[in-house]
Structures are given as C-alpha cells and as structure tokens.
C-alpha cells in the first residue's frame, strides 16, 4: 500500500548518486525522498484500538469541558448574599445535589447539599466545603466567613470551549489522548493506516548447524523500535549464507510488505549477498554507503514502488541508523509530529573532547547528568558498532559532524533515542 504510495518518489533514481555520501547528504536525499510520498490513507478505528495510532484529522470540542457549572468540593451551595443576611441563623438545607442530577434552581434563602461534580443550580454563586460548615437544626452555619462569589464552582468551558482546538493532525495517540475522544462523544477516529514492514536478518552463523553458533538479536531489536512507531512489523532471517536463499526470502518479504529493512550482509565480504541481491530483484540506489560511524555500509535502496533500508549488521550500528533514517523516514509517512515523539534534540553542555575525522561524522552514545542546574553530557563506554551494552546506558547520540572538534564544555545537542 506505501508501495504505490511511494510511485512518486521513485522516479528515476538510478545509482548515480556517489558511491559513498557524507551523512547530512543521504539525510537530504532521504528528506528529498519522503517529501514526495504522500500521506499514508486515512482509516476509521474504533477508540480502544486507537492507542499508537496517527490521527489523520483536526479534533476540535464540539462539547466543553466542563460541560456545565460544577462543584469543586463535596459541601453546600448558596447564595453569598442570602447567607450574609441570614448571619448567625444560618440557611436551611432544602435539598440534595448528586454528580447526574439536573438540581431545580435555588429558592431564594436556602442552601443545597452539593457533591463533587454535580451541577451548580441556577442562582448559587458559591460552594463551601463540607469540613467548612456546621449543621445545627437542619441549617448550614460557615465556621469561617470565606465565603464569596465563585468559591469552589468549576465553570462551564474552563477547561476547554466549544470550537477549542484538541488534538491536531499528526498526533501520535497515547494514553493521555484518549480520554479526550472519548469525552468528545468519539467511538471512531480517522487515523494513517499502518505500513506493513518486513525485518530481514540474515547470516549462516544464525543457523543451528552453525558450528560457531551465534543468537540472531537483530529482528527482535529493530521490530521492537519500529513497532514503537506504530508500523505493523514481520521478522525473517535467512539462515544460511546462500544467494539463493537470501533471493528467495527478499522476493517473498517484498511481496507481502510496504518496506522493507535488511540487517547484514552489506558490506564487502563473500558471504555479503544482500545489495547484489536486491539489484538483481531491480532496487535501485538512493545512497549506497555513508560517511558515519557506526554506520558506513548504510544503503537506501528502491525496489519498485517500495524502500529498502539496508542496515549493517553490527547490532549496535544497526540500532543507531534505524534511529537516525529508518524512524524520521516512518515520522515523514505517517505525518507524526517529530517533537511529540521524541525525536527533538536536548540540550546540554559537553564533559568530554572529541576530535572527528575529517571525513566521518561520528555519533557517540552519551547519557546525561545533572551538575548544579546543568545538564552535563557523559560519553558512554562503546567498544564499537557491535556494542548492545552501550544501548542501554545511553539515552542518545551526540553527533560530531566530519572535521568537528568538540571541546569540553561546549553546549550541544543530543537526538534522544526514541523508547
Ligand atoms: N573489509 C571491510 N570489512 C568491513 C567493512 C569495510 O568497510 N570493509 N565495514 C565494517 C563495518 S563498518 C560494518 S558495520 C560491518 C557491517 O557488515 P555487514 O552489514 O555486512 O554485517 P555482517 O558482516 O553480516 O555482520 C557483522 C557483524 O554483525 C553480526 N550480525 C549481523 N546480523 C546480526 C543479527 N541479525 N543479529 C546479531 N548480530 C548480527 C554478525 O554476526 C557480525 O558479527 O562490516 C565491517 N567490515
Ligand atoms: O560502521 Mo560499522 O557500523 O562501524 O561497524
């Protein structure tokens, strides 16, 4: 479905592009790339089913909140200028007030029981709170002369008015979302349909007649990722080191899925079968390798109407450019909003020095802690784009552009993992 969606994106993009881009290069050829895609089609879903979802309209209150004149506090409602009159004789209780009643109005000199929620009747201008009072012969007496004009009423709209912008287009629902749908009246809401992708490992050291067996971690980590953007995700994994296997897997995975994602097999070993293999399949180049680390087999390729993200297979460089490509990219498609998911880069000052290359811009994993009101910057231990640990110790990635000398102390920005 993105497949045809992506039909005028693909143009003609062949592999003219050079063989290895600088990174803020295949980020703008990307961007360039997405820009042409048009949204994902809207669908209706019921409000249960819409946590994670993109919201593909404007909610604006067609109900306020709240919806009438309420109480604040579990007491008696009155008039002020009935109850200063009425001094220390106090107002006689003609009547009782619940959260669902619709109260008559107030007789004039009298005051109403009143519970939390229930509906202000018509000429009360105050609530008193119950532990505020004393009843003595059935009337309420204040024990403090607090009262006065709007005491404890919520008013109609406070919250929110009709005609109130709720929740905008783009909006990634969540928990927080969803009690506003629903107080809106909403059993369905339209939101971007969810593109179907495919995960595919690949590597005979996955095999379970490998002699030097490994765990296969990849598909586990990236469908987790990218199920937490809200995309429907299968995990494959060719187990042999086989073309043809490989071949086989690819066409099938490309039949059944909007995009596609490799993890492996890319760069320029025997057994590296997959950009040979997606070729031969007829996906083009939109960037084949970048100038980054980790990260420098990273290829962007398209396969019809459909992309491919190519990702090494060192998990913790695979981890990185699914952060830096593959989530923006899904953002660009499903129209969510880039700061409401996390993707906004925080703010801190650096604790450390680091000299990039002058061709390679470099992410380093960093955490964060607080020094006397500052945000301090910490590199993370990482022994390399293999390292899974260093995942778990950093909330982000520090990048340091080709050629850039960071100095200690220097405030920058860090791209937090989404989680
Ligand atoms: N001669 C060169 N060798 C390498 C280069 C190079 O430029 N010239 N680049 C290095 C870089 S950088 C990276 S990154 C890796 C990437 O290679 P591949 O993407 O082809 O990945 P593999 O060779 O298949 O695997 C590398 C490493 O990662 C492990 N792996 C792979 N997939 C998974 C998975 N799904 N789960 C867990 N672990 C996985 C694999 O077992 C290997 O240990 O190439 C360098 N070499
Ligand atoms: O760039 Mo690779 O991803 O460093 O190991």
């Given at each position: 479905?993105?497949?045809?969606?992506?039909?005028?994106?693909?143009?003609?993009?062949?592999?003219?592009?050079?063989?290895?881009?600088?990174?803020?290069?295949?980020?703008?050829?990307?961007?360039?790339?997405?820009?042409?895609?048009?949204?994902?089609?809207?669908?209706?879903?019921?409000?249960?089913?819409?946590?994670?979802?993109?919201?593909?309209?404007?909610?604006?209150?067609?109900?306020?909140?709240?919806?009438?004149?309420?109480?604040?506090?579990?007491?008696?409602?009155?008039?002020?200028?009935?109850?200063?009159?009425?001094?220390?004789?106090?107002?006689?209780?003609?009547?009782?007030?619940?959260?669902?009643?619709?109260?008559?109005?107030?007789?004039?000199?009298?005051?109403?029981?009143?519970?939390?929620?229930?509906?202000?009747?018509?000429?009360?201008?105050?609530?008193?709170?119950?532990?505020?009072?004393?009843?003595?012969?059935g009337?309420?007496?204040?024990?403090?002369?607090?009262?006065?004009?709007?005491?404890?009423?919520?008013?109609?709209?406070?919250?929110?008015?009709?005609?109130?912008?709720?929740?905008?287009?783009?909006?990634?629902?969540?928990?927080?979302?969803l009690?506003?749908?629903?107080?809106?009246?909403?059993?369905?809401?339209?939101?971007?349909?969810?593109?179907?992708?495919?995960?595919?490992?690949?590597?005979?050291?996955?095999?379970?007649?490998?002699?030097?067996?490994?765990?296969?971690?990849?598909?586990?980590?990236?469908?987790?990722?990218?199920q937490?953007?809200?995309?429907?995700?299968?995990?494959?994994?060719?187990?042999?080191?086989?073309?043809?296997?490989?071949?086989?897997?690819?066409?099938?995975?490309?039949?059944?899925?909007?995009?596609?994602?490799?993890?492996?097999?890319?760069?320029?070993?025997?057994?590296?079968?997959?950009?040979?293999?997606?070729?031969?399949?007829g996906?083009?180049?939109?960037?084949?390798?970048?100038?980054m680390?980790?990260?420098?087999?990273?290829?962007?390729?398209?396969?019809?109407?459909?992309?491919?993200?190519?990702?090494?297979?060192?998990?913790?460089?695979?981890?990185?450019?699914?952060?830096?490509?593959?989530?923006?990219f899904?953002?660009?498609?499903?129209?969510?909003?880039?700061?409401?998911?996390?993707?906004k880069?925080?703010?801190?000052?650096?604790s450390?020095?680091?000299?990039?290359?002058?061709?390679?811009?470099?992410?380093?994993?960093?955490?964060?802690?607080?020094?006397?009101?500052?945000?301090?910057?910490?590199?993370?231990?990482?022994?390399?784009?293999?390292?899974?640990?260093?995942?778990?110790?950093?909330?982000?990635?520090?990048?340091?552009?080709?050629?850039?000398?960071l100095?200690?102390?220097?405030?920058?920005?860090?791209?937090?993992?989404?989680?």
């Open positions: 479905m993105v497949g045809s969606l992506l039909a005028s994106a693909v143009s003609e993009q062949k592999c003219t592009v050079p063989e290895m881009v600088a990174y803020d290069e295949a980020q703008a050829l990307l961007a360039a790339c997405t820009q042409n895609i048009p949204l994902l089609a809207p669908e209706f879903v019921s409000i249960s089913q819409a946590c994670g979802r993109v919201l593909a309209e404007d909610i604006r209150a067609e109900v306020p909140r709240p919806e009438a004149d309420i109480s604040a506090m579990d007491g008696y409602a009155f008039r002020c200028a009935d109850m200063e009159k009425a001094g220390d004789i106090g107002l006689p209780l003609s009547g009782q007030i619940v959260a669902g009643d619709t109260p008559p109005p107030l007789e004039q000199g009298v005051a109403y029981s009143i519970l939390t929620g229930a509906r202000i009747p018509a000429g009360a201008d105050c609530v008193v709170a119950q532990e505020r009072t004393s009843i003595m012969n009337h309420v007496h204040l024990l403090e002369q607090n009262a006065r004009n709007g005491l404890n009423i919520r008013r109609s709209g406070e919250e929110f008015c009709k005609g109130d912008m709720l929740l905008g287009r783009g909006q990634r629902l969540d928990w927080r979302h009690p506003l749908l629903a107080h809106q009246g909403k059993e369905q809401v339209a939101v971007y349909k969810r593109p179907k992708i495919c995960v595919v490992a690949n590597g005979a050291e996955f095999g379970a007649t490998a002699t030097d067996c490994r765990t296969e971690l990849n598909t586990q980590l990236l469908a987790t990722m990218l937490n953007e809200g995309v429907l995700v299968t995990r494959c994994v060719c187990r042999s080191d086989s073309e043809e296997d490989l071949h086989k897997l690819l066409h099938q995975c490309a039949q059944e899925a909007d995009i596609l994602i490799t993890t492996g097999g890319i760069s320029v070993g025997q057994t590296d079968h997959v950009l040979p293999v997606l070729s031969q399949m996906a083009t180049c939109l960037f084949r390798r970048v100038k680390r980790p990260g420098k087999p990273m290829t962007v390729m398209q396969l019809g109407q459909k992309m491919v993200f190519c990702l090494p297979g060192n998990p913790g460089a695979a981890a990185i450019c699914a952060q830096l490509f593959v989530v923006p899904l953002h660009g498609l499903t129209g969510a909003k880039q700061g409401e998911n996390a993707s880069p925080i703010e801190g000052k650096s450390f020095s680091y000299v990039a290359a002058t061709d390679t811009t470099c992410f380093l994993p960093v955490h964060f802690t607080e020094n006397r009101g500052e945000n301090l910057i910490n590199l993370v231990r990482s022994v390399g784009a293999s390292d899974i640990l260093c995942l778990t110790r950093a909330s982000g990635l520090l990048k340091v552009s080709a050629g850039q000398s100095q200690d102390g220097d405030v920058c920005e860090v791209i937090p993992f989404t989680v």
